[in-house]
């Protein structure tokens, strides 16, 4: 168990590392176009040379590189181009906006997926599953920000119920908070509930076809029983595991949802870097979502490898 | 393969594809034939029209500047087909690339280039895509670039795992043992028997490049207006969302009917090609 954890914490080092390279290379492909950015397009060469000087861009992009990383590595964001101010508290600030957001989402993903996945299961090849079936591949095919969209339309503008969107902090308003994140969170969830409907059905059918199944039927147990006790549990090992990873994806695609509801979160400070040109922003941002996804792959692999004791022996 | 051709046609295995195929059919026909089928061009302005609803003129609507909207979106249809055909070409032709040397070469080039993958993988897609947007600047030409690559590293491996069990057949001992070189090998006798799976999964790669495509566009890093692009038509759409609906509705449905008609085509194609469920 011990090796397993290890092996996967150096992979991780070694992921965050290259990952974090190719942030930054992707970044700073086009050379020169931060300070353009930053000063407007009536910058003089002068002005634009002392930007560069002043904020170190004029080095070889390996030095510059190192040294951010070196930075990052002690909490160090570094400042914003566009108005100076340290990166790294304001993530911390956004980080909770979009952590709610992402856990809020997966919670209703969950919320739908796993009735309707057992119950397709338990009514395999009748209406029911199919109807599920169908349900999910349309589900899976809307794109979140049209969902985001139709929800504004029917909920604020029709019914008035919700506001269009804003953000209050729960501790200040819990009521509030929640009025503003359910569209958000839905507009996530349900998309991302496709998919995992159609794990846990087939999860299930795989599980309500086993043996032990079929014994513990033939020993008489209640259906209720069966499926409770035996199967929904046995399938919640495959389930967690893609469920988890879809957490991560869930977490990856804030930006658009943020964006709609004028969430401050990381998403929209991805967005922010992008619009202004403001390096420190992007990589930082950017680099905060990628490593809570890794997080997240990593638990997932540990978590794994202990429910399923065959991946263990495999490993040592 | 001769008695499968003496079987009737099996409706229930080739629903799927049928059905997906007809959609992506239809939108394909539409996007080529755009300047014939499109009963406007997709620029001209009508301030007299501006934010029309659906009516026998313009079946449905105007936007905000008193453009057909059914124009823009079969015009669109155009630029979202191509993104998806070029993109998933990127992903196509690197990851089939990168997956067979993979493979073929085995040990530290094996090692080096899928640890690589994995790791491209693990990122977020759209986050790279937005990023590399970012630096390579808003155009649907980089949009296509980022979108491709984002899509290696499903490619390559799906192509090491399927080139693997081709490099175990005997064919390609015997290549090996008259002295073909890696090149001819790879090219004559690996690259045709790893095909049809990655062809199937370029079918899937499509649609999420219609998605990813949207996303850009509708947060304005891709498609550039007036150039109509379903995601950017809706972002602007919702500027209008209380007084005109359909701008919001109609391009999101396009996006919509696109991204289901190439999942059912996918999964249909994956299904029917798979030898486990083929005598179901």
């Given at each position: 168990m011990r090796g397993l954890i290890l092996s996967r914490l150096a992979a991780f080092a070694l992921t965050l590392i290259v990952a974090s390279s190719i942030l930054f290379v992707a970044v700073n492909v086009v050379p020169g176009s931060a300070a353009r950015s930053a000063l407007g397009i009536d910058a003089t060469p002068q002005a634009l040379a002392r930007f560069e000087a002043q904020h170190g861009l004029d080095r070889p992009l390996v030095v510059q590189y190192a040294e951010w990383l070196g930075k990052t590595f002690t909490g160090d964001f570094g400042k914003s181009f566009q108005n100076g101010v340290d990166v790294g508290p304001e993530l911390l600030r956004r980080l909770p906006v979009t952590l709610e957001l992402a856990i809020f989402a997966f919670i209703i993903a969950n919320l739908i997926a796993l009735p309707l996945g057992a119950f397709a299961a338990m009514r395999h090849q009748r209406a029911a599953d199919k109807g599920i079936s169908l349900l999910a591949s349309l589900l899976g095919a809307v794109p979140n920000f049209w969902l985001a969209t139709l929800l504004v339309m029917v909920l604020t503008l029709h019914f008035r119920l919700l506001p269009p969107g804003g953000y209050t902090p729960f501790t200040v308003n819990p009521v509030m908070n929640l009025k503003q994140m359910i569209m958000p969170a839905l507009s996530l969830g349900i998309v991302s509930s496709a998919l995992l409907i159609r794990i846990m059905r087939t999860a299930m059918i795989e599980v309500l076809s086993s043996d032990y199944i079929r014994t513990a039927r033939a020993k008489g147990a209640k259906e209720g029983i069966v499926v409770m006790r035996h199967a929904i549990r046995n399938a919640m090992t495959p389930y967690v595991n893609v469920a988890a990873v879809e957490f991560g994806f869930l977490f990856g695609s804030v930006v658009v949802i943020e964006d709609i509801f004028l969430l401050p979160g990381i998403g929209s400070f991805v967005l922010v870097g992008i619009i202004n040109r403001d390096y420190p922003v992007l990589l930082a941002s950017a680099l905060t979502i990628t490593l809570v996804v890794l997080i997240i792959n990593l638990i997932v692999d540990i978590v794994v490898g202990r429910l399923d004791p065959r991946r263990v022996t495999r490993h040592q | 393969m001769t008695t499968a051709a003496r079987k009737p046609f099996n409706w229930r295995r080739w629903r799927l594809?049928?059905?997906?195929?007809?959609?992506?059919?239809?939108?394909?026909?539409?996007?080529?034939?755009?300047?014939?089928?499109?009963?406007?061009?997709?620029?001209?302005?009508?301030?007299?029209?501006?934010?029309?609803?659906?009516?026998?003129?313009?079946?449905?609507?105007?936007?905000?500047?008193?453009?057909?909207?059914?124009?823009?979106?079969?015009?669109?249809?155009?630029?979202?087909?191509?993104?998806?055909?070029?993109?998933?070409?990127?992903?196509?032709?690197?990851?089939?690339?990168?997956?067979?040397?993979?493979?073929?070469?085995?040990?530290?080039?094996?090692?080096?280039?899928?640890?690589?993958?994995?790791?491209?993988?693990?990122?977020?897609?759209?986050?790279?895509?937005?990023?590399?947007?970012?630096?390579?600047?808003?155009?649907?030409?980089?949009?296509?670039?980022?979108?491709?690559?984002?899509?290696?590293?499903?490619?390559?491996?799906?192509?090491?795992?399927?080139?693997?069990?081709?490099?175990?057949?005997?064919?390609?001992?015997?290549?090996?043992?008259?002295?073909?070189?890696?090149?001819?090998?790879?090219?004559?006798?690996?690259?045709?028997?790893?095909?049809?799976?990655?062809?199937?999964?370029?079918?899937?790669?499509?649609?999420?490049?219609?998605?990813?495509?949207?996303?850009?566009?509708?947060?304005?890093?891709?498609?550039?207006?007036?150039?109509?692009?379903?995601?950017?038509?809706?972002?602007?759409?919702?500027?209008?969302?209380?007084?005109?609906?359909?701008?919001?509705?109609?391009?999101?449905?396009?996006?919509?009917?696109?991204?289901?008609?190439?999942?059912?085509?996918?999964?249909?194609?994956?299904?029917?090609?798979?030898?486990?469920?083929?005598?179901?």
């Open positions: - | 594809v049928v059905t997906g195929g007809t959609i992506v059919g239809t939108i394909m026909l539409l996007a080529i034939l755009a300047p014939w089928v499109a009963p406007y061009s997709p620029f001209d302005l009508n301030v007299a029209q501006m934010l029309k609803g659906p009516s026998a003129a313009h079946l449905l609507g105007t936007d905000e500047l008193g453009r057909d909207v059914l124009s823009r979106v079969i015009h669109a249809a155009r630029l979202s087909m191509m993104v998806a055909v070029l993109a998933s070409l990127v992903g196509l032709v690197f990851g089939t690339l990168i997956g067979t040397l993979a493979a073929y070469f085995g040990g530290i080039v094996d090692l080096v280039l899928m640890r690589l993958m994995e790791i491209l993988f693990s990122f977020p897609a759209i986050l790279l895509a937005i990023v590399l947007m970012a630096s390579l600047g808003t155009s649907i030409f980089n949009a296509m670039i980022a979108i491709g690559i984002i899509f290696i590293p499903g490619f390559a491996r799906l192509a090491r795992a399927t080139a693997e069990s081709v490099l175990r057949q005997q064919y390609v001992e015997q290549a090996r043992a008259i002295g073909m070189s890696h090149t001819r090998i790879l090219v004559r006798e690996i690259l045709p028997n790893i095909l049809a799976p990655l062809l199937v999964e370029a079918a899937v790669a499509f649609s999420y490049a219609v998605l990813l495509e949207s996303a850009l566009s509708f947060l304005g890093l891709g498609a550039q207006p007036p150039d109509p692009s379903w995601g950017n038509m809706l972002n602007t759409g919702r500027g209008f969302m209380g007084v005109a609906p359909w701008l919001s509705i109609v391009p999101g449905a396009a996006i919509f009917l696109t991204v289901l008609g190439f999942n059912m085509l996918g999964d249909g194609l994956r299904d029917a090609f798979d030898p486990q469920l083929r005598d179901e």
